[in-house]
């Protein structure tokens, strides 16, 4: 059987499709990863040519972002355009390496696996790269995809761990194993068509958490006891969720965008319930802290929340912005529910509707901010007093004249 083996390189080699590009080829932390052609019942990997939509005008279109996500220690992030795709680091801010694809082709999702030089690329836009219904393997190390997954549906969203690949459908998940693409499970879901799923980082303990089959249900994977937990989280469709790196707390949002809830991924019970605001808003992301202290949430009006997560089980706090002691509250004589309700620590407030996610920084302390403007935001909010978060810099990573 095939397996993925590390081997020691120089530094990464300029692949780029496009030579006249920049790339700044920074020694990568983690060592290039080897994938031999594997080839498997249901789909292989072998060497496989660029499938793209021609661009009529690729070298003057005006850049377009599709996608922005994290990798999974939130140090990098990645960035799907309509030429190509995009690897910036975070602390210290600096783009990393791009790929601007000479057919001027669009990538809608781009996942990364820490910071090997193995990718997972989805095309899209108007004139995507790659088939929509296709993850393609992309290797840095070589500058080109080494070979492909094909479904019969479009292609939602991606997750990696070291030792699995997870692929998204509208309504079902398929999770291989990385070495040899063997199909481990194939799961049926609510429909999904923001691609939701969370993987845990940690090794050895693989929890999975995707959509259940009915509205406002998740499902939790337990592959090391072999368990599944069903948990009906909220009574409208699932918005958001969040999976802690150990896999033990899961955070989620509805379509109302009210509140959050922290469960057990074990046993389902509801651990914490945080509110957002009392006006309903689209959920973006969720992101809990390395150690599961904090929770951050970015929502479609332009506020990321930080949350103490420890907190709410401390009947005696009261988060500074809680306005449970407010006049009006008082008034009542009877405090509801929204006047009781645990109330966000810190805030850093942005432009109203933009799509903005968020994550913590490898400094304590600190929350990196990515929006689909192009805008990069890394603040600090402080543990004790909370309120308005300090804002340490600032970048445009999609301006064209840029350089690092």
Avoid at 154 to 182: A, M, P, S
Wanted: proline share 7%.
């Amino acid at each position: 059987m095939a397996t993925v083996s590390a081997f020691s390189s120089p530094a990464w080699q300029n692949p780029n499709p496009d030579p006249t590009t920049s790339n700044s080829n920074p020694q990568p932390e983690d060592p290039p990863i080897s994938l031999p052609p594997i080839r498997t019942n249901s789909h292989h990997i072998d060497a496989t040519e660029p499938h793209s939509k021609p661009n009529p005008n690729p070298n003057h279109a005006p850049l377009s972002l599709f996608h922005v996500s994290f990798n999974q220690d939130n140090g990098c992030f990645a960035c799907g355009i309509n030429q190509g795709f995009r690897i910036y680091n975070c602390d210290p801010f600096r783009e990393i390496f791009r790929r601007d694809f000479q057919s001027g082709g669009g990538v809608v999702v781009v996942e990364m696996l820490f910071r090997c030089n193995i990718l997972a690329l989805v095309g899209g836009g108007p004139h995507p790269q790659y088939p929509l219904n296709k993850v393609m393997i992309w290797d840095d190390h070589q500058g080109r995809c080494i070979g492909e997954l094909s479904f019969r549906s479009e292609v939602h969203g991606v997750r990696l761990r070291r030792d699995r690949i997870v692929v998204v459908l509208e309504q079902k998940i398929f999770v291989y194993n990385f070495t040899d693409l063997k199909l481990l499970q194939q799961i049926e879901t609510f429909g999904n068509p923001k691609g939701l799923c969370e993987v845990s980082q940690a090794s050895g303990n693989f929890v999975l958490v995707c959509l259940g089959l009915r509205k406002g249900q998740v499902r939790v994977e337990h592959y090391a006891s072999k368990r599944t937990k069903f948990v009906l989280a909220h009574d409208s469709r699932i918005a958001c969720f969040a999976l802690a790196q150990d896999g033990n707390m899961l955070a989620t949002a509805s379509n109302k965008g009210t509140l959050v809830r922290v469960f057990n991924t074990h046993d389902g019970t509801l651990l914490h319930e945080v509110r957002r605001g009392a006006d309903r808003a689209e959920i973006y992301s969720l992101s809990f802290s390395p150690t599961a202290e904090w929770l951050a949430v970015s929502s479609d009006k332009g506020t990321i929340h930080v949350f103490s997560v420890t907190a709410v089980d401390n009947p005696g706090h009261t988060a500074p912005s809680s306005p449970s002691s407010s006049p009006r509250a008082l008034i009542k004589g009877v405090i509801p529910k929204y006047f009781s309700s645990v109330w966000s620590l810190a805030q850093f407030r942005l432009v109203e509707g933009c799509h903005y996610i968020a994550a913590f920084g490898h400094q304590k302390n600190t929350v990196v901010i990515l929006g689909l403007d192009g805008s990069f935001y890394r603040c600090k909010f402080d543990p004790k007093t909370g309120g308005e978060m300090t804002q340490l810099e600032y970048h445009n990573f999609m301006k064209p004249d840029d350089s690092f």
